[in-house]
């Protein structure tokens, strides 16, 4: 297991390089060419550059979060071997790089909703919230109006302008796609790029989606247990991995993490471990890592890591905004640094205790 931290790329990301640097046990971030539009080729050079930039700062790059999958190759559109060529030669040179995690998902329009990003807590510090009233009532046009004015003047992952713009036409573009043809389009994708991923031992984990239902009527299917094995034999190839998020699969409390992760043995790359609170059935808000905040027995979920030889990057996922800082929501430097030392103390203390058996 590698502790790592997510990380935008100087221009996007409030956080530094140098700040990550001083977190005792994290030696590795989790990046990703920010600036780059889905579909389009990453450039050795700029994939270059980023590595330097990170070398320079004595850190290294752990995985690529996320090369996105274009929404013509989800839709399964009569172009997408075009924008699949594209992902194909990107992927060709994160490897050539020797770059070989990459999660992605394979969400229609939405990355993640959330229908609160600075919700207050009682100890005044602000958590990424979702109530599924709150959502229902949201016009899926209006989504991007109706959050950014939380997102302390950042760019968030996944609500990007642009990406607001089109969401009407998204919306229509997914008008006959059901979850049976999601996990055709995404089969077909798998099986495009797994040349490539053996070649370069390239490791593909893809992120659920976030919450684990359907939202706004679009299909989801990277939700639970049952799908994520379909998709895992339906190309069964260590290459086709997965991210365990365990606040993504952890939003429908039918999933039984440990569970699932020892169902998964030898097919998860990456994990993002992070707590929910749930306040009811349809209201969670994303808790500090420690157990006692949250609904989560995090122990067990690490446990059930190390059981299964668990040996790739872990983050701590979002964290609770504290201390005045000012960041990307859920991307503050503070609560990821205690979430990350949390879990590298949850770790040792596994490992000690396995080794005395
Ligand atoms: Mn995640």
């Given at each position: 297991?590698?502790?790592?931290?997510?990380?935008?790329?100087?221009?996007f990301d409030?956080?530094?390089l140098?700040?990550?640097?001083q977190?005792?046990?994290?030696?590795?971030?989790?990046t990703?060419?920010?600036?780059?539009?889905?579909?389009?080729?990453?450039?050795?050079?700029?994939?270059?550059?980023?590595?330097?930039?990170?070398?320079?700062?004595?850190?290294?790059?752990?995985?690529?979060?996320?090369?996105?999958v274009?929404?013509?190759?989800?839709?399964?559109a009569?172009?997408?071997?075009?924008?699949?060529?594209n992902y194909?030669?990107?992927?060709?040179?994160?490897?050539?790089?020797?770059?070989n995690?990459v999660c992605y998902?394979?969400?229609?329009?939405?990355?993640?909703?959330?229908?609160?990003?600075?919700?207050s807590?009682?100890?005044?510090?602000?958590v990424?919230?979702?109530?599924?009233?709150?959502i229902?009532?949201?016009?899926?046009?209006?989504?991007?109006?109706?959050?950014?004015?939380?997102m302390?003047?950042?760019?968030?992952?996944?609500?990007?302008?642009?990406?607001?713009?089109?969401?009407?036409?998204?919306f229509?573009?997914?008008?006959?796609?059901?979850?049976?043809?999601?996990?055709?389009?995404?089969e077909?994708?798998?099986k495009?790029?797994?040349?490539?991923?053996?070649?370069?031992?390239?490791?593909m984990?893809i992120?659920?989606?976030d919450?684990?239902?359907s939202?706004?009527?679009?299909?989801?299917?990277?939700?639970?247990?049952?799908?994520?094995?379909?998709?895992?034999?339906?190309?069964?190839?260590?290459?086709?991995?997965?991210?365990?998020?365990?606040?993504?699969?952890?939003?429908n409390?039918?999933?039984?993490?440990?569970?699932?992760?020892?169902?998964?043995?030898?097919?998860?790359?990456?994990?993002?471990v992070?707590?929910?609170?749930f306040?009811?059935?349809?209201?969670?808000?994303?808790?500090?890592?420690?157990?006692?905040?949250?609904?989560?027995?995090?122990?067990?979920?690490?446990?059930a890591?190390?059981e299964?030889?668990f040996?790739?990057?872990?983050?701590?996922?979002?964290?609770?905004?504290?201390?005045?800082?000012?960041?990307?929501?859920?991307?503050?430097?503070?609560?990821r640094a205690?979430?990350?030392?949390?879990?590298?103390?949850?770790?040792e203390?596994?490992?000690k205790?396995?080794?005395?058996?």
């Amino acid at each position: 297991m590698e502790m790592t931290l997510r990380w935008y790329g100087s221009e996007f990301d409030t956080v530094s390089l140098k700040q990550i640097r001083q977190i005792a046990g994290v030696t590795g971030v989790i990046t990703t060419l920010y600036d780059v539009p889905a579909g389009e080729m990453w450039t050795r050079e700029a994939i270059r550059k980023m590595k330097s930039e990170v070398s320079d700062a004595g850190l290294h790059i752990s995985g690529i979060e996320s090369v996105n999958v274009h929404e013509k190759i989800k839709i399964g559109a009569s172009d997408r071997d075009k924008y699949i060529e594209n992902y194909i030669k990107t992927l060709e040179n994160l490897g050539e790089e020797g770059l070989n995690l990459v999660c992605y998902n394979f969400m229609p329009v939405f990355d993640w909703t959330r229908s609160e990003l600075a919700r207050s807590r009682a100890d005044g510090s602000t958590v990424l919230a979702y109530n599924q009233e709150d959502i229902d009532k949201i016009v899926p046009e209006k989504m991007f109006e109706s959050i950014a004015g939380d997102m302390n003047g950042t760019v968030m992952p996944g609500w990007e302008p642009e990406r607001m713009e089109r969401v009407k036409q998204l919306f229509e573009m997914y008008s006959d796609i059901d979850e049976e043809k999601l996990f055709a389009n995404l089969e077909y994708f798998l099986k495009a790029i797994m040349p490539v991923c053996n070649k370069y031992d390239i490791k593909m984990a893809i992120h659920p989606d976030d919450p684990a239902w359907s939202v706004f009527g679009l299909p989801r299917i990277i939700i639970n247990k049952k799908n994520i094995l379909r998709m895992m034999n339906m190309v069964d190839d260590v290459h086709n991995g997965v991210t365990f998020c365990s606040g993504s699969y952890g939003t429908n409390r039918e999933n039984d993490l440990p569970d699932m992760i020892r169902s998964l043995e030898g097919r998860i790359h990456f994990a993002h471990v992070r707590n929910l609170r749930f306040n009811s059935d349809t209201d969670f808000e994303e808790a500090a890592h420690l157990s006692a905040d949250g609904s989560f027995d995090m122990y067990e979920i690490m446990k059930a890591l190390y059981e299964t030889g668990f040996d790739g990057p872990i983050r701590p996922d979002h964290g609770r905004m504290i201390w005045d800082e000012k960041a990307m929501p859920g991307y503050g430097l503070y609560d990821r640094a205690l979430g990350a030392s949390y879990l590298n103390g949850l770790w040792e203390a596994i490992k000690k205790n396995n080794k005395t058996i």
